[in-house]
């Protein structure tokens, strides 16, 4: 299994089904790639990992880590497969770039039982405005 994996912000992307359809336009013989400037230092224990996605403050799916790529510009690329696994919505806060996430943390099928996830994405998001959740 796994040890590690990536958090990064869906940016532009307002709902669930943005991001679908993002990852369906995007997706190439099974795999997507999501360019980056920097290397990631753990990059090994990454791959067979998971990239999770968060839009409006909540982790709500995941793709699979294949491998990385150099490209001919200096960038990186991140292949991820090309099919994206809902998950149980998860509070999460938002950030630049992506950061790791230990594989300990990653949510469950049955959510954190905080309850926190059933709040609307509104109410949700002015909290976390906030630093209350």
Do not use: N
Not at 98 to 104: D, L, T, V
């Amino acid at each position: 299994m796994p040890k590690l994996h990536l958090t990064k912000v869906a940016f532009g992307c307002r709902t669930i089904e943005a991001l679908e359809k993002r990852v369906a336009a995007r997706t190439h013989g099974g795999e997507m790639r999501v360019p980056t400037r920097m290397r990631p230092k753990r990059m090994d224990e990454l791959i067979g990992g998971s990239l999770y996605w968060i839009v409006k403050h909540r982790l709500i799916g995941h793709q699979q880590i294949l491998r990385f790529e150099d490209r001919k510009d200096g960038r990186i690329d991140i292949v991820l497969s090309g099919s994206l696994e809902l998950i149980p919505l998860t509070p999460k806060r938002a950030h630049q770039g992506w950061r790791y996430f230990e594989a300990a943390s990653a949510p469950t099928e049955g959510g954190d039982g905080s309850g926190l996830s059933e709040l609307p994405p509104h109410l949700y998001g002015k909290l976390a405005s906030l630093a209350l959740v």
